[in-house]
């Protein structure tokens, strides 16, 4: 009776809000905005719980059906293998249900900020971080995001150090948050005479890309350097001093940007990012307690936690978390990671529903 109970009091607040829409009953147009979301996000929950409800009456009407004596016995059959078809399916909507009612990760409709670092390996996990970094831009162009790259420090023969994006669309985070960590490789690389596969690694972060109303920067709190931007090797590529530092001095975080030519615009960069990683450990704080009594095999997300190894020479991925592996390798590299966020959702959809039953 608890679900019944819960999807009465869904379907009750989802009328609710209706009516108040229809008779524009709501103080201010922030709070139509805010009804009207609330509104929208309720839809496929009641949508689920009406095809759930069909199904169950549907049920009861072939039970009577098939219990009748003087019933045709004909008809009698079909309504059993009907009765059996629906009984099937009752699992799974009462499944999609419970998914959809699970507390929602207030970042996950927002955009976010991808960072990928080369991590030990020298040049070669500098070139996988490439890899890694060409790899997420594919999958945005895919799913029709804008992937914006805001630093990019490359080595000069095709590897880089760190890139800098932000990626906006619909459910970017969401997509996204679960690509936190190392990443291994195992592979021959292209200066190996030897042949020898070596193995090196990357660290990505991905963090919700916050606004001003998540995140308050006072100004007061920052330390603004500027000096002369340059490329792979030191070489000048900009004559003036238009790189900045931005030190966040009560958390001591520091951001670097130099990609634009304008001092201005590479303040405006730094900020951004500078908000993202705080918006980030500030989530992190305050999800500590509770990440630390769940079971997740999904993991912290932790930048020093090794999720995933890309192994060329067998041509497969494995996802540690989840004990996924998965053959096609060049079709990964090339964007193609449905497959593999689709099971760390559901495996993290699967964790907290054991969480709530």
Not at 150 to 170: D, F, H, P, Q, W
Not at 179 to 193: L, Y
Not at 293 to 321: A, C, L, M
Request: glycine share 6%.
């Amino acid at each position: 009776m608890a679900l019944e109970e819960n999807l009465n009091r869904v379907v009750a607040r989802y009328e609710e809000l209706t009516n108040a829409l229809a008779s524009r009953d709501a103080s201010s147009a922030a709070d139509l905005v805010r009804l009207s979301k609330e509104c929208a996000e309720l839809v496929p929950v009641v949508e689920a719980i009406n095809a759930w409800r069909k199904v169950k009456d549907e049920m009861g009407d072939l039970a009577s059906l098939m219990a009748g004596e003087d019933g045709d016995k004909e008809m009698q059959v079909l309504a059993e293998t009907e009765y059996k078809d629906l009984k099937e399916k009752l699992p799974e909507l009462e499944r999609l249900i419970r998914v959809l009612l699970l507390p929602k990760d207030a970042a996950d409709e927002k955009n976010a900020i991808l960072e990928v670092r080369a991590g030990t390996g020298g040049e070669e996990a500098a070139l996988f971080a490439a890899n890694l970094f060409r790899m997420y831009q594919r999958y945005a162009e895919a799913r029709k995001w804008k992937f914006e790259i805001m630093n990019l420090s490359e080595t000069g023969i095709g590897g880089c150090k760190e890139a800098i994006a932000s990626v906006a669309g619909r459910g970017v985070f969401a997509r996204l948050k679960f690509e936190s960590g190392v990443h291994r490789v195992q592979r021959v690389p292209a200066t190996e005479s030897s042949g020898r596969i070596h193995t090196s690694a990357a660290t990505v972060a991905v963090m919700a890309e916050a606004e001003e109303v998540d995140i308050k920067i006072e100004e007061k709190d920052l330390r603004i350097d500027v000096f002369r931007a340059s490329g792979p090797g030191g070489q000048s590529v900009n004559t003036t001093d238009s790189a900045v530092r931005v030190t966040h001095l009560p958390s001591g975080i520091v951001v670097s940007q130099q990609d634009e030519k304008s001092q201005h615009k590479n303040k405006a960069k730094a900020i951004r990012v500078l908000r993202a990683r705080l918006y980030e450990k500030e989530r992190q704080s305050r999800d500590a307690e509770r990440a630390a009594t769940r079971k997740s095999q999904i993991g912290s997300g932790d930048r020093s936690e090794r999720i995933r190894t890309y192994n060329f020479p067998q041509g497969r991925v494995t996802d540690h978390r989840i004990n996924l592996t998965l053959h096609k390798l060049d079709r990964i590299m090339d964007g193609d990671l449905d497959d593999l966020v689709d099971a760390l959702t559901a495996e993290d959809q699967a964790n907290l529903l054991a969480e709530v039953t």
